[in-house]
């Protein structure tokens, strides 16, 4: 699970996020990224229904991208504040896939040190 001190989750953060946030996309995933003036980096995962009308399915891949972040929170830069939106069609993909795509972000983005394998 995602320690407290990193996860995004008032809608005052979600709204300076979208509003001020610079984007990037890589292949069914979005990054929404703004500095913050904390010393550690938050992330929130938004999935919507578009994803998948099944709540299960939804959760799944919200899982699966938490896992990702939480293993490499190390190496991503700090200070940040950072929203994952998934796409259709990410919900096909399987956890290798998903971590491929997640990691290919976060390089496109600039927020790595060096992935942990």
Same mark, same amino acid.
């Given at each position: 699970?995602?320690?407290?001190?990193?996860? !995004?989750?008032?809608?005052?953060?979600?709204? &300076? !996020?979208?509003?001020?946030?610079?984007?990037?996309?890589?292949?069914? =995933?979005?990054?929404?990224? @703004?500095? +913050?003036? !904390?010393?550690?980096?938050?992330? *929130?995962?938004? @999935?919507?229904?578009? @994803?998948?009308?099944?709540?299960?399915?939804? +959760?799944?891949?919200?899982?699966?991208?938490?896992?990702? @972040?939480?293993? +490499?929170? &190390?190496?991503?830069?700090?200070?940040?504040?950072?929203? =994952?939106?998934?796409?259709?069609?990410?919900?096909?993909? +399987?956890? !290798?896939?998903? &971590? *491929?795509? =997640?990691?290919? =972000?976060? &390089?496109?983005? *600039?927020?790595?040190? *060096?992935?942990?394998?």
């Amino acid at each position: 699970m995602l320690p407290k001190t990193n996860r !995004l989750r008032k809608e005052k953060d979600f709204g &300076k !996020l979208f509003k001020k946030g610079k984007s990037f996309k890589e292949g069914f =995933l979005i990054l929404k990224i @703004v500095k +913050n003036d !904390l010393k550690e980096s938050r992330f *929130g995962f938004i @999935v919507s229904q578009k @994803v998948s009308k099944k709540a299960v399915l939804r +959760n799944k891949v919200k899982r699966r991208l938490r896992d990702i @972040v939480r293993h +490499n929170i &190390k190496n991503i830069e700090k200070g940040i504040d950072a929203a =994952l939106i998934a796409l259709p069609g990410l919900e096909k993909k +399987n956890f !290798l896939e998903t &971590k *491929g795509i =997640l990691e290919a =972000l976060f &390089k496109k983005a *600039g927020l790595v040190k *060096g992935i942990k394998k």
